[in-house]
């Protein structure tokens, strides 16, 4: 999927991690752009690895705490979740959208508010 990055991950401290936060400055860094082929990438291979959970569970944690849970930290991804985060995935991530939006509780709300709207769901606030 990330041909471009096939020698770049090649040390031996190198883990799952170091390619998240990798992907996680490249997905604003699509937004940003309004790349949607990028989008769908990077987006894709999260949702892949989420569903690794009974596989690996060290690979479906390591997108939840890696990856997903820092899409509240930019503006550009936090708006874009409604639209790029399917309502299973959403409704297993929503405590660790809440645990790091506590400094913003309004945020948090407005991000549950929204993804209902964008998702015909019922999630709690």
Same mark, same amino acid.
């Given at each position: 999927?990330?041909?471009?990055?096939?020698?770049?991950?090649?040390?031996?401290?190198?883990?799952? $991690?170091?390619?998240?936060?990798?992907?996680?400055?490249?997905?604003? !860094?699509?937004?940003?752009?309004?790349?949607?082929?990028?989008?769908?990438?990077?987006?894709?291979?999260?949702?892949?690895?989420?569903?690794?959970?009974?596989?690996?569970? $060290?690979?479906?944690?390591?997108?939840?705490?890696?990856? $997903? !849970?820092?899409?509240?930290?930019?503006?550009?991804?936090?708006?874009?979740?409604?639209?790029?985060?399917?309502?299973?995935?959403?409704?297993?991530?929503?405590?660790?959208?809440?645990?790091?939006?506590? !400094?913003?509780?309004?945020? $948090?709300?407005?991000?549950? !508010?929204?993804?209902?709207?964008?998702?015909?769901?019922?999630?709690?606030?």
């Amino acid at each position: 999927m990330f041909y471009d990055l096939r020698f770049h991950f090649n040390h031996k401290d190198d883990s799952i $991690y170091s390619l998240l936060v990798f992907l996680r400055d490249r997905i604003i !860094e699509a937004h940003r752009n309004n790349d949607l082929t990028e989008q769908e990438k990077i987006y894709n291979y999260a949702e892949w690895c989420f569903n690794q959970y009974k596989r690996s569970p $060290y690979m479906h944690n390591a997108i939840c705490v890696g990856f $997903y !849970e820092h899409l509240v930290e930019d503006e550009s991804t936090l708006q874009a979740i409604p639209y790029k985060v399917k309502p299973y995935i959403f409704k297993d991530l929503q405590g660790l959208f809440e645990w790091m939006l506590n !400094e913003d509780k309004d945020r $948090y709300i407005k991000l549950v !508010e929204e993804y209902n709207r964008v998702n015909s769901t019922d999630f709690n606030r």
